[in-house]
């Protein structure tokens, strides 16, 4: 009886927030939602595309720390602008990884990092190159050590950073996939169910066409004709993705076109549009919304895949699928947190994503108590 008052939305969130995993998961979403965001603010490396490197400290494990020395450049502006905090530091300092240093008089005389100290390159510089402001220390200004909380890459990269920020073309994968399956889906869902007969055959034979053909082949088909590139992916993606949404949208308007309040709407002179678009459509939705956030997992997953391929996002993005590309060797090498971090990421992703929907179905099915 308590339930008599409340709305089917109401009912449906009531649901949802009993489900333990459904929110832990919808709440992993939006915090990765945030970190995709706020990716620069987040990561250590604030370069662009968290894009510095020093081969010299290639491949290290996680904790790793190490000296660096930032060398003044004419085009380097301290702090970063408000635009960078989204878009990256353009124009980074150089850094050098030192083995150790001394400075005497004028002078900073130091080793660069090497694995092999005895085989290690000794350089020597004048202070007076070096901005110092009254009251500050050159080791201060210039001298920091910086620790690799999940080490680095093969070129020297800091790991985390190109996590942090290689969520962003996940993520961004699967809302722009997602959205143009559900642009094209309703739309050829929509008119196959309510008008039926020979535009129904010819929505039914283009989708048995292209689910008839593998998803990746497609997709592989789709961007060599578009070209590589970022969003050349995301469209593929997209376009292959849209016959399931066609499917689930056509079956709905067939069963909703009978009902008594579309016949009361015929007859009331409305046309076909307003019909579809104001009377079905959103009475339709329910197990649209459960098969997005299916999509939204299998489009992370296609891209991971496109990107191992190399046809993914290209350097120097970094992508999740990219990443296990460069480094899924370095496995048997002895150094397996290369290729596991951004696996095991976007393993959290995809269930998260998997587990939302399955507590959404849950929630939004009628016949559930």
Request: proline letters at 4%; zero cysteines.
């Amino acid at each position: 009886m308590a339930k008599t008052g409340k709305s089917l939305t109401g009912l449906a969130l009531q649901k949802f927030r009993k489900n333990f995993w459904g929110v832990l998961s919808f709440i992993f979403i939006v915090a990765m939602l945030l970190v995709a965001v706020f990716a620069y603010v987040l990561a250590p490396d604030k370069t662009q595309n968290a894009n510095w490197g020093d081969l010299a400290i290639h491949s290290k494990p996680p904790g790793f720390s190490v000296t660096l020395l930032r060398l003044p450049t004419a085009t380097h502006n301290e702090g970063m602008a408000f635009t960078e905090y989204f878009t990256g530091n353009e124009n980074p300092q150089p850094k050098v990884a030192l083995l150790d240093y001394a400075i005497k008089g004028d002078s900073l005389t130091y080793r660069e990092y090497t694995d092999e100290p005895d085989l290690a390159i000794t350089k020597s510089m004048a202070l007076s190159q070096f901005s110092i402001p009254a009251g500050s220390t050159f080791e201060k200004e210039y001298i920091s050590t910086e620790k690799f909380i999940l080490g680095t890459d093969s070129q020297g990269r800091d790991l985390l950073s190109r996590l942090i920020i290689g969520s962003r073309v996940s993520l961004a994968i699967g809302f722009v996939a997602v959205f143009i399956s559900l642009v094209v889906g309703i739309f050829f869902g929509a008119i196959a169910g309510y008008y039926g007969g020979r535009v129904d055959a010819f929505v039914m034979w283009l989708v048995n066409i292209i689910w008839s053909i593998p998803t990746l082949l497609l997709v592989i088909a789709i961007t060599l004709a578009l070209g590589k590139g970022f969003w050349q992916v995301f469209i593929a993606v997209g376009l292959t993705m849209w016959v399931e949404v066609a499917r689930v949208v056509r079956g709905q308007v067939m069963g909703i076109k009978q009902m008594q309040y579309v016949t009361a709407a015929r007859a009331l002179g409305y046309n076909n549009r307003r019909i579809i678009f104001n009377h079905i459509l959103p009475n339709s939705m329910a197990p649209v919304i459960v098969i997005s956030a299916a999509n939204f997992a299998s489009a992370i997953l296609v891209e991971s895949g496109l990107s191992f391929l190399g046809l993914g996002a290209q350097p120097p993005v970094p992508s999740w699928g990219g990443m296990i590309k460069d480094h899924y060797n370095y496995i048997i090498l002895g150094k397996p947190w290369l290729a596991l971090a951004p696996g095991i990421a976007m393993l959290l992703l995809v269930l998260a994503f998997m587990m939302a929907g399955n507590a959404l179905r849950d929630a939004l099915d009628v016949k559930s108590e």
